[in-house]
């Protein structure tokens, strides 16, 4: 009984997870959102830059991490975020470049790991994973699927709906397992 509310608690937030994955899949369409956050801290004789950043675009949605060891406080100026602060960045669809340029690469997975090189910086590293909208949905509806499958489920066979007890045959109209009063429809005989 327990599994079956937790299953249905875990189903629901994943249908939740689903219906906003696809609210920011449209809304992506009309307005380009990246989010992140920076830190920056003292490291031997350079500064260690780590950034953190979320797209929110239709052709690159994905996470970005970037770990820089930098030798030269200046790096800072050209970096462009405040180093622990959030930030947000919002413009009309089509004003941040897409580096996305082929069909495939805009629907299907992309990762890759590469060094920095930039200026200033002695070694860095620059971690990308780009998951397109429709494998969050997909990966988020799964659970209510199944869950609305077990439902369906029960409802045409003669099994408690709370316990899921078998009830053919069943003439008290009470579940023997869990005591839940029951339709006399669950309790009839199967046609043969």
């Known amino acids: 009984m327990i599994r079956h509310w937790l299953f249905t608690i875990i189903s629901a937030v994943s249908l939740l997870l689903c219906t ?16 992140g956050y920076t ?7 350079g500064w260690r830059w780590q950034h953190w950043e979320c797209s929110l675009l239709p052709s690159r949605s994905g996470f970005i991490y970037q770990s820089n ?10 970096w462009g975020y405040r180093p622990g602060q959030w930030f947000i960045r919002t413009a009309p669809t089509g004003k ?19 060094p920095a090189n930039e ?28 869950w609305i499958r077990k439902r ?16 053919t045959a069943n003439t008290s109209g009470v579940c023997p397992e869990c005591g839940t009063p029951v339709p006399a429809s669950t309790t009839e005989k199967p046609p043969a």
């Open 96 to 114: 941040i470049p897409s580096i996305s340029r082929t069909l495939l690469q805009r629907l299907w997975f992309m990762w890759y790991a590469r």
């Open 20 to 35: 906003t994955a696809v609210l920011i899949w449209i809304d992506s369409y009309r307005v380009d959102r990246i989010f």
């Open 119 to 146: 200026q200033f910086v002695v070694s860095g590293m620059e971690y990308r994973v780009r998951v397109p909208f429709w494998a969050y949905v997909l990966a988020f509806s799964i659970l209510p699927l199944l």
């Open 152 to 167: 369906r489920r029960r409802r045409v066979g003669h099994e408690c709906p709370v316990c899921s007890y078998n009830l």
């Open 69 to 78: 060891l930098a030798n030269d406080v200046r790096y800072e100026r050209k």
């Open 39 to 45: 830190s920056f801290k003292r490291e031997g004789n």
